[in-house]
């Protein structure tokens, strides 16, 4: 995005004034300036200064200034009705790449999000960002706030993620190892997306089997159903980790009895974790046409769509790995 002249010159001043030490003094220059710019509906000179401001904010390490201007640019974004683009985005990133992990960041994420939603083609936020966030927080061990961002995300997210609960399950019990993949798979096949069921599955598996290769037990072959031929699948030591794989073979093929039938042989295991219940009664009405006895307590596509366009500053963590969390003492 071009900036005039006048918008140069105000630009040098501030910066100036910042590397003086000035913080307080350019901090409320650049509210008053892009205020005035925003008003006359120059808002790409108001986004470029503030952009610029809260990055040099930022990297002057004035962090509530760098974080006040970076929400200012969201509200920016929102007056302008600035799509989602590369540019735009990378102002987003960039900045959260700059702030700490404090309140402020997660305001400005959350503020990002939501913008992102009502100007991209995804109704839950642009994959991208989520894809970027979702990485920002596994990095930082933010392990459930990092969910619903990969569920959200890109292709790629799904692997970053099965990764991400490889490295949260060795840190528990071996016992609860199948209980973290099921937190991707099940999600993931409750928004009707084998793809990154799968692909979460294996990454999951990858990274396990790295550090303890006695997870896997052999081979075997095995018919969905009677009209399909064998397949040669994994056998692992873990019987949530076998009834996963068998999950996703069933729901590519019409083979409703045969899911039943996994839901009942594996029901000890899946009554580890209680909200495992509602997400298997959500795939077998998405995927067989099975309605529930008992009505849904969540929409998790609702529940994706609800942690991410509250308020900012609400927690991002979605309410069905909230539930998972709480009632498995994961973290």
Not at 103 to 126: C, E, H, L, T
Not at 259 to 274: D, G, N, W
């Amino acid at each position: 995005m071009a900036t005039g002249r006048g918008t140069d010159k105000i630009l040098e001043k501030l910066r100036t004034s910042v590397n003086n030490g000035n913080y307080y003094e350019a901090h409320q220059m650049y509210r008053t300036v892009c205020r005035r710019y925003i008003k006359q509906k120059k808002y790409d000179s108001a986004i470029d200064l503030l952009y610029s401001g809260a990055q040099l904010l930022l990297e002057h390490k004035q962090i509530g200034s760098g974080t006040d201007l970076s929400l200012y640019l969201v509200d920016a974004y929102k007056e302008a009705e600035i799509p989602v683009t590369e540019e735009s985005r990378a102002r987003i990133t960039n900045l959260l790449s700059l702030l700490p992990n404090e309140p402020g960041r997660r305001r400005f994420m959350d503020a990002a999000v939501q913008w992102s939603a009502k100007f991209s083609d995804s109704v839950v936020g642009d994959p991208e960002l989520h894809h970027f966030i979702g990485e920002m927080l596994w990095k930082e061990k933010a392990y459930p706030e990092a969910e619903p961002h990969f569920l959200a995300g890109l292709p790629a997210s799904s692997r970053s993620y099965g990764k991400m609960l490889a490295e949260w399950a060795s840190q528990d019990h071996p016992s609860k190892i199948g209980t973290y993949i099921s937190r991707a798979v099940l999600q993931y096949l409750c928004l009707r997306n084998i793809r990154d069921a799968r692909t979460s599955f294996d990454a999951f598996i990858e990274a396990m089997a790295e550090k303890d290769s006695s997870i896997k037990s052999g081979t075997a072959p095995y018919r969905p159903t009677l009209a399909s031929d064998p397949v040669q699948i994994s056998l692992y030591t873990i019987p949530l980790l076998n009834f996963l794989q068998l999950l996703i073979l069933t729901v590519q093929r019409d083979a409703r009895d045969l899911f039943i039938k996994l839901r009942t042989k594996y029901s000890s295991s899946l009554a580890v974790e209680p909200s495992f219940d509602d997400l298997l009664n959500k795939i077998g009405e998405v995927f067989f046409d099975i309605k529930p006895q008992k009505p849904q307590q969540y929409n998790l596509f609702q529940d994706l769509m609800n942690s991410f366009l509250s308020p900012p500053g609400s927690s991002s963590e979605s309410p069905a790995s909230a539930r998972m969390s709480m009632s498995s003492d994961l973290e």
